[in-house]
């Protein structure tokens, strides 16, 4: 099936966050105990529907280690929107959350919406990074916030789905009434209702070299 619109978002955040598995079970519904670290940058693809707009979802997923870093960064360009990771468990992964907006923010758009997400909330006894101080350096930084867990699944969806929706909001629907639009118009757009949005059957892994939806 033809896609009306390809939204390009690469995951990013520290080795060992859980990116990998995040990508994996949104778009294959597959969980990993014994995932290796990712080489370079990983694919996959998924498609959802918005407003009856048939949008495929091309996830890039890249490497969180130091010495990947100057290969990965070049990835970001063009970028639909950004999941920038951390994980609940180790304090210096969300603390080097900044680092990697610091490295992120010259190589995207200015609109290119970023969505801050809390994995592994599925083992809360093990917890370092407490929610509300995740949230409000989120809103500091303006980005969403989410926390999710690939074991269990939880949140994985509604993440992509909430990203999605701001991209399409953002930078789509606000384009196609440019003319029209009125302040109101704007408020209304910024909390879409989530009724609208639903996933469609998966599709497969995309290639390296693919550059169209078609």
Same mark, same amino acid.
């Given at each position: 099936m033809d896609c009306d619109y390809l939204f390009k978002i690469v995951l990013v955040g520290d080795s060992g966050v859980g990116k990998?598995?995040?990508?994996?079970?949104f778009s294959r519904n597959v969980f990993s105990q014994t995932s290796k670290a990712t080489i370079g940058v990983d694919f996959a693809s998924k498609s959802l529907s918005i407003d009856d707009k048939? =949008?495929?979802?091309?996830?890039?997923?890249? $490497?969180?280690?130091?010495?990947?870093?100057a290969i990965t960064s070049s990835y970001y360009r063009n970028s639909s929107g950004i999941m920038l990771v951390y994980d609940i468990t180790d304090e210096n992964t969300f603390a080097n959350c900044t680092k990697w907006l610091n490295e992120l923010k010259p190589n995207i758009s200015h609109d290119a919406p970023i969505i801050l997400v809390g994995n592994k909330n599925d083992v809360l006894y093990h917890r370092n990074v407490d929610t509300d101080r995740a949230a409000e350096y989120a809103k500091t930084n303006n980005l969403m916030f989410i926390e999710t867990s690939a074991l269990d699944g939880h949140n =994985?969806?509604?993440?992509?789905?909430?990203? $999605?929706?701001?991209?399409y909001?953002?930078?789509i629907k606000v384009t196609e009434k440019t003319d029209e639009l009125k302040a109101t118009?704007?408020?209304?757009y910024v909390e879409p209702p989530m009724e609208h949005v639903h996933i469609e059957e998966e599709t497969e892994a995309i290639k390296t070299k693919k550059k169209s939806c078609c």
């Amino acid at each position: 099936m033809d896609c009306d619109y390809l939204f390009k978002i690469v995951l990013v955040g520290d080795s060992g966050v859980g990116k990998t598995n995040i990508m994996t079970k949104f778009s294959r519904n597959v969980f990993s105990q014994t995932s290796k670290a990712t080489i370079g940058v990983d694919f996959a693809s998924k498609s959802l529907s918005i407003d009856d707009k048939h =949008i495929k979802i091309q996830l890039w997923d890249t $490497a969180g280690q130091e010495r990947y870093r100057a290969i990965t960064s070049s990835y970001y360009r063009n970028s639909s929107g950004i999941m920038l990771v951390y994980d609940i468990t180790d304090e210096n992964t969300f603390a080097n959350c900044t680092k990697w907006l610091n490295e992120l923010k010259p190589n995207i758009s200015h609109d290119a919406p970023i969505i801050l997400v809390g994995n592994k909330n599925d083992v809360l006894y093990h917890r370092n990074v407490d929610t509300d101080r995740a949230a409000e350096y989120a809103k500091t930084n303006n980005l969403m916030f989410i926390e999710t867990s690939a074991l269990d699944g939880h949140n =994985i969806d509604k993440a992509f789905i909430t990203l $999605a929706q701001h991209i399409y909001n953002t930078n789509i629907k606000v384009t196609e009434k440019t003319d029209e639009l009125k302040a109101t118009d704007i408020l209304q757009y910024v909390e879409p209702p989530m009724e609208h949005v639903h996933i469609e059957e998966e599709t497969e892994a995309i290639k390296t070299k693919k550059k169209s939806c078609c």
